[in-house]
């Protein structure tokens, strides 16, 4: 189901172009990992939780190369990068966040669907974080609410 909904993200956003793309333009710069993702950054580090940012997301393809993280207006080169960890989501861990921080001062979390791709490669070396279980309580009273939201909404 995890790779299904993988799959389906990336057919979505076309990963596979884009990568394709990437490598055609940059022949010695190989694609490790990619996929399809909401982006926010900041120039705090911030817990990962549900909110309005990640309403107002961008919605974009990331490519990690063994030189460069690459999304669409965002280029950041590893060796700019002060620290670079994951959390997974979700029941069965079907997506994951990557949070980087970037030696500017700017921190970028970014929600894919969990793929061990990222988790393998060693040119961004990811520490696994503890999603904390109020984010994991305050994501779901926030589905319930829309859910019971939309209920209502078509009962009326």
């Known amino acids: 189901m995890v790779s299904l909904l993988r799959q389906l993200a990336n057919g ?55 030189r460069r993280l690459i999304a669409r207006g965002f280029e950041l080169d ?5 620290a670079a960890s994951y959390q997974t989501l979700g029941r069965w861990g079907s997506g994951m966040v990557l949070k980087i921080a970037a030696r500017d001062g700017q921190h970028h979390q970014l929600a894919l669907q969990w793929d061990p791709a990222w988790i393998e490669q060693a040119h961004l070396p990811l520490r696994k974080e503890e999603l904390g279980l109020g ?13 019971a939201f939309v209920v209502y909404e078509l009962c009326k």
């Open 78 to 82: 590893l060796a700019d990068v002060e």
């Open 135 to 147: 984010t994991y309580v305050a994501a779901m009273l926030l589905r319930f609410g829309l859910i």
């Open 12 to 66: 979505l956003y076309g990963v596979s172009g884009r990568v394709a793309h990437h490598e055609r333009e940059h022949p010695d710069e190989p694609v490790v990992a990619a996929g399809a993702c909401k982006m926010v950054s900041s120039g705090e580090d911030r817990a990962v939780r549900p909110g309005l940012a990640w309403v107002f997301a961008k919605r974009t393809v990331v490519l990690l190369t063994p």
